[in-house]
């Protein structure tokens, strides 16, 4: 029943009363405001500088910023100041909630698996939620569209893309299949199965002459060569499910099936189990955290041993004891193909031109839908030779991997004290 009027409503009276009601709920609710200015500026009816003025008044940004009189003055339009603020960071990516507007990254010990940094971004101020909890903070961060309450470190999963290659190499040499002087001629698309797989270099490679060099140069169609071959040993015909079964063993013996053992909520692994061919380039149904990718960086740079990792420091008085959870069993061949790929990649990359210490790597980059921009990937481990830190990034919708592999070298300069970073 609408009301108390004793007699019936007309139609009119009916909308109009539900109209009323519907806008005296809504008085206050600033999601609502939010979706009705949204639609505000998507119509025009806001126009950008009146946008702009906003953010001023709302002390968002400094109007003492030395643009705000010269954008007053006409110097610059509306668009090229948000661009300017954009640049200088004065407008972070998590404040616009645009791919890309999150990422995540985890540094561990080499030598005891422990984490020396697990960083999901956006992140918000815990302070504020502590004791006596700041309502408006916690309301404003729930509302934020890169959602800050996430741990993308620990619990967002997605395919690792080609930083998953170094499994299938290791699989193609232990089981026999390939040795470091194989050869594999890439022509840009890998067609002995069906749906062809594409090489990111669309033109080809050209002949590739060793597994170092399919690493160095992440040649999807080499990849695919290792996979196929897996699912031809002792067939006439290609199975995919026993190439799964080769890619899923090795996998596992990174044990990329269970959780990092860090002291924090984590998601579940999931390790392929469908598509051979594209498993083999980190697609497939293959779906991993960066933490857990973080562990996988951190075997590879100590040849096979695999510790739990571990945010604790001590236990009261007690350190905490490293956790080797197993050593495995590869050959020394492998790990030198491996390891020499993944350093002549970093040196390919020209992002790390000029750096002073050797790295190893690898990039890659993941699709999870057609309608948003790839992740992009890298993990890795410095000095290359005597690895002291591992590290995975991940930058979620970042378009490509290169962001990826920057971020990682601006954490190597951190941690060994040279160039700019803080």
């Known amino acids: 029943m609408l009301g108390e009027k004793e007699t019936y409503f007309t139609q009119k009276e009916a909308l109009e009363y539900v109209i009323s009601c519907g806008l005296e709920q809504l008085k206050g609710r600033s999601g609502f405001e939010r979706l009705v200015y949204k639609y505000m500026v998507l119509d025009d009816m806001i126009s950008p500088d009146e946008l702009l003025m906003l953010l001023y008044e709302q002390r968002i940004l400094d109007k003492e910023d030395g643009d705000y009189a010269l954008w007053i003055r006409g110097e610059f339009s509306a668009y090229e100041l948000i661009l300017r603020k954009i640049q200088k960071l004065e407008i972070t990516p998590s404040d616009l909630a645009l791919d890309p507007c999150s990422g995540s990254a985890v540094v561990t010990d080499t ?7 697990c960083v999901s971004y ?3 101020d815990n302070n504020r939620l502590a004791n006596d909890m700041d309502v408006k903070y916690y309301s404003k961060i729930c509302q934020n569209g890169s959602l800050p309450l996430y741990n993308r470190a620990t619990q967002q999963l997605s395919a690792p893309g080609s930083t998953l290659k170094p499994v299938t190499i290791i699989a193609g040499i232990q089981e026999g299949v390939i040795d470091f002087q194989t050869s594999v001629f890439c022509d840009g698309v890998f067609d002995k199965v069906f749906p062809p797989v594409k090489c ?4 080809g490679h050209g002949e590739v002459m060793t597994t170092a060099g399919a690493l160095q140069h992440s040649c999807n169609d080499y990849l695919c060569e290792v996979s196929y071959r897996l699912g031809m040993m002792g067939k006439e015909e290609f199975s995919d499910e026993q190439a799964l079964s080769y890619l899923r063993k090795y996998a596992e013996l990174f ?24 498993s083999a380039i980190g697609q497939g149904t293959n779906n991993f955290s960066t933490v857990q990718l973080g562990r996988y960086a951190n075997t590879l740079a100590n040849e096979g041993q695999c510790y739990k990792l571990s945010l604790v420091e001590r236990i009261g008085d007690t350190e905490k004891t490293p956790e080797m959870e197993s050593v495995m069993g590869i050959s020394e061949e492998a790990w030198e193909n491996v390891h020499t790929g993944m350093k002549w990649y970093a040196q390919n990359t020209g992002i790390f031109e000029g750096f002073p210490i050797p790295v190893a790597g690898k990039s890659g980059t993941a699709q999870e839908m057609e309608t948003r921009p790839d992740h992009g990937l890298f993990i890795g481990y410095a000095p290359a030779d005597e690895p002291e830190i591992s590290v995975a990034v991940r930058i979620v919708n970042g378009y490509k991997s290169a962001p990826a592999v920057s971020c990682a070298r601006d954490i190597f300069e951190a941690y060994f004290h040279m160039g700019t970073a803080e």
């Open 200 to 203: 990111w270099n669309h033109a």
């Open 111 to 117: 030598k005891t698996g422990k984490v020396l940094a």
């Open 122 to 124: 956006p992140s918000y």
């Open 255 to 278: 044990h990329l099936d269970e959780k990092s053992g860090i002291e924090l909520v984590e998601s579940e692994p999931h390790i392929t189990d469908q598509y051979a061919i594209p």
